[in-house]
């Protein structure tokens, strides 16, 4: 969210973890992810931006199923091994290593000191956990189709 901040701009699978984690992690209306990044895209356009996030909440004409929820960690071991992403836009976590980059909170306590982090404090802890998190949206999908 800060490279789209800053920038007027953000990496399509990024966009696509955002939207996923906004929508199926926080259960949030995917208007309300449109409309921010309507108002924050230099390159917005209304049917891609709209039609992106219908796709992943599993509601447009062309929708993504219902069931796919980004792992955020899976998402990022997976396109940014090395963390140079996370650690340009989340400089506070920089100095930790490659292996914990993607999950502060599974840094062991002399790795958090070493990079000078303190959950909670310079870093939050995780909002949801993705298990969890899947599940329940998993239960409130199912509700809309039964």
Do not use: C
């Amino acid at each position: 969210m800060r490279e789209l901040w800053h920038t007027g701009w953000m990496h399509n699978r990024v966009r696509m973890i955002a939207a996923s984690f906004l929508i199926k992690h926080l259960l949030i209306d995917w208007r309300e992810g449109e409309r921010w990044f309507w108002d924050t895209l230099a390159d917005a356009d209304p049917a891609s931006n709209t039609a992106s996030w219908q796709w992943v909440a599993g509601s447009g004409a062309d929708a993504a199923p219902y069931f796919r929820i980004f792992n955020p960690v899976l998402q990022g071991e997976k396109f940014d091994a090395a963390g140079e992403y996370v650690r340009r836009w989340v400089p506070e976590i920089a100095g930790l290593p490659d292996k914990v980059i993607h999950k502060p909170w599974a840094a062991s306590p002399m790795e958090l000191a070493a990079a000078k982090v303190v959950l909670g404090t310079t870093y939050p802890v995780p909002m949801v956990d993705h298990d969890a998190a899947r599940k329940r949206a998993l239960a409130a999908f199912k509700t809309t189709r039964t």
